[in-house]
Each structure stands twice: as C-alpha cells, then as structure tokens.
C-alpha cells in the first residue's frame, strides 16, 4: 500500500466574484483533470441559476443548471438547459470575466488500495477518491483525472461505511473538464 496525498473534496472549493456586478459564488470542488502540459482544471458541483439578488423569481426563466471549470488561466461555464433550446457555454480567460477567483483546494493524507479491496468487509474506512491516467493517443492521453468516489455497496455519500450516494458519473466529469481545456464551443448540450 503507497501513501501520497489527495484533494480533500469534502473541504475543497472554488470562489468568484464577478466583475461587471456583484455577484458572488462559492462553489464545492466535484473533480480535479490535469492536462500533460500541467495545467490542472478543477470542475465546480453544477447548481441552478438564478437571481438570488432580485425581487423577482429565484430560478431563472427558462431554467438551467450550470457548473464551471476552473484553471490558472482558463475557464469554461457549461450551462444544461433543463427544457428549450440548447445553450451555449462561456470561456476564455478568468481576467475579462471574474474580478477575483480564489482556489482553496486542500489535501489530506492518501494510501492507495487495490480496487478489490474495497468490495470486502475489510475496507478502508472514510473517504474514498479514485485517480486515472487517461490512456490512448489523443490528446489528453496522460491526462491525470481525480474525483471522489461514492455509491460503493455499503458506504455513505461521504465515503464511510453505511449507505450509498448519489455522484455523477466519472465519464461525466471526465466529459466536462476535457471540454474546459477546449478552444471552441462544441455547439452541443452537454449531458
């Protein structure tokens, strides 16, 4: 068994504060890519939109959910429309869009384990987070992703023994950070 470090999730997140209003978000950390080149995106949990400063109604019409990917220097905002047309997403550099972006992205002690033992009676308590090297001869072939794990048979949302969570899927996530290292809009709804 190796020891290391890994995103400490349930600790993690993303701050903003937009520059043309006020407006400001914090945002839990769902997963972490770092590209071969060493630019490392963070993709924020997706959340409704709405206007939380208004009078009117809090979600917006039509509503959507959005989440946003974070680098350094790069951003990406995916916006899923939740009924209508498709909606196009946002990036470019976190400079012209967000007057201040803070990353508390904390670590905590790690071991790695045979993914085997994590089916038995005897595996590890707490949280659990899983780390891939992307394979292949694309462009992101070695390609670092990490995301939490949940939904293991006999453990809670958070990774301890219990019940099982609820997580999106790591294609999902792997989906969305590989689209926030992208130049273009891909013109499609991301799902």
């Known amino acids: 068994m190796a020891s290391g470090t890994a995103i ?5 997140s993303i701050t903003w504060l937009l520059a043309g209003q006020p407006s400001y978000g914090r945002f839990a950390v769902d997963a972490s890519l770092t590209l071969p080149q060493g630019e490392t995106f963070y993709l924020c949990a997706q959340v409704f939109a ?4 208004g ?6 019409e039509p509503p959507y959910g959005f989440s946003a990917a974070f680098s350094e220097t790069r951003y990406r905002i995916f916006r899923d429309a939740v009924r209508g047309p498709a909606l196009d997403d946002s990036f470019g550099d976190p400079a012209g869009h967000f007057r201040e972006v803070h990353f ?22 707490g949280p659990l987070s899983a780390r891939l090297r992307i394979a292949g001869n694309s462009a992101l072939a070695g390609a670092v992703l990490e995301f939490p794990v949940a939904g293991l048979p006999g453990r809670d949302r958070a990774g301890a023994a219990g019940g099982g969570g609820k997580r999106r899927s790591p294609l999902a ?5 590989r689209d926030a290292g992208a130049q273009q809009p891909r013109g499609i709804p991301h799902r």
Not at 8 to 12: A, H, I, N, T, V
Not at 50 to 53: C, E, F, N, R, S
């Open 8 to 12: 400490d999730f349930g600790r993690s």
């Open 50 to 53: 709405g206007d939380v400063y």
């Open 55 to 60: 009078n009117g109604p809090l979600f917006k």
């Open 104 to 125: 508390d992205i904390r670590r905590a002690a790690s071991a790695r384990y045979d993914p085997l033992a994590l089916a038995g009676v005897s595996a590890p308590a």
């Open 173 to 177: 996530t792997q989906t969305r950070l």
